[in-house]
């Protein structure tokens, strides 16, 4: 069976500080896809990142970056300097091509309140 | 290129009553699927399709029907409301291995 955690249920932070939201993910499959996901309070949500299970290389996007590790089943995203703006309920997916359905698995969500 | 558009963006229902949620996305996308997200909660998948024609459950399906007559239309039926269905739903699309792009949501409460 699939399952995506996401443990820590709400985090807060002080303006500019780092957070790390963590993901550990459970598959059997040798191939698959890994995602995370914004959601401000407006409710839409948001698009971040992709990756699939044969690139372990770690992205960096501006003040956000992600740590993809197979060793450890974890797919965890850190946010440099936290602002205000960042305040919101980030979810972490997982997808495989099994079944060709591709449906997500998605985590619980953590919310993050970053206070001025 | 309007992406994922869900009409209408609210509405109240009455127990008893049912309604249609509309999808619509214009980026050729064969995969699309209806999520509910309860207040304070993550996404639950209700059906999903994989093309024009083909459509399935997901973890709750109960209370609801759908159709995929064409590549870009994925509306979702709600027969007899219950209170239980108050939530917000989303409607998303894809195309292989890749992100599913959501629409923008419809809050929905019944009374």
């Known amino acids: 069976a699939q399952k995506v955690t996401q443990a820590q249920t709400e985090i807060s932070v002080v303006e500019k500080e780092d957070v790390t939201l963590d993901c550990v993910y459970e598959?059997?499959?040798?191939?698959?896809?890994l995602f995370w996901y914004k959601q401000p309070p407006s409710g839409e949500l948001v698009f971040l990142i992709r990756?699939?299970?044969?690139?372990?290389q770690n992205e960096i996007s501006g003040r956000y970056s992600w740590n993809f590790q197979k060793s450890t089943s974890s797919f965890n995203f850190t946010i440099t300097a936290s602002q205000v703006v960042d305040s919101a309920v980030y979810f972490c997916?997982?997808?495989?091509?099994?079944?060709?359905?591709?449906?997500?698995?998605f985590g619980t969500g953590t919310r993050l309140k970053v206070l001025a | 290129n309007a992406g994922v558009t869900q009409t209408p963006k609210f509405r109240i229902l009455k127990i008893g009553q049912s309604m249609t949620l509309q999808c619509t996305q214009d980026m050729n996308h064969n995969y699309m699927y209806w999520y509910r997200q309860d207040p304070g909660m993550g996404l639950k998948l209700i059906y999903y399709s994989v093309g024009a024609g083909i459509t399935d459950k997901g973890e709750v399906p109960n209370g609801y029907n759908v159709s995929r007559s064409t590549t870009e239309d994925f509306p979702l039926r709600l027969e007899l409301a219950a209170p239980s269905q108050t939530s917000v739903y989303f409607c998303?699309?894809?195309?292989?291995?890749?992100?599913?792009?959501f629409g923008p949501g419809t809050r929905l409460t019944v009374t």
């Open positions: 998303a699309s894809k195309t292989g291995s890749y992100e599913q792009y």
């Open positions: 997916a997982l997808s495989s091509p099994v079944s060709g359905t591709y449906k997500y698995i």
């Open positions: 598959t059997r499959d040798t191939t698959y896809y």
């Open positions: 990756r699939n299970s044969f690139d372990e």
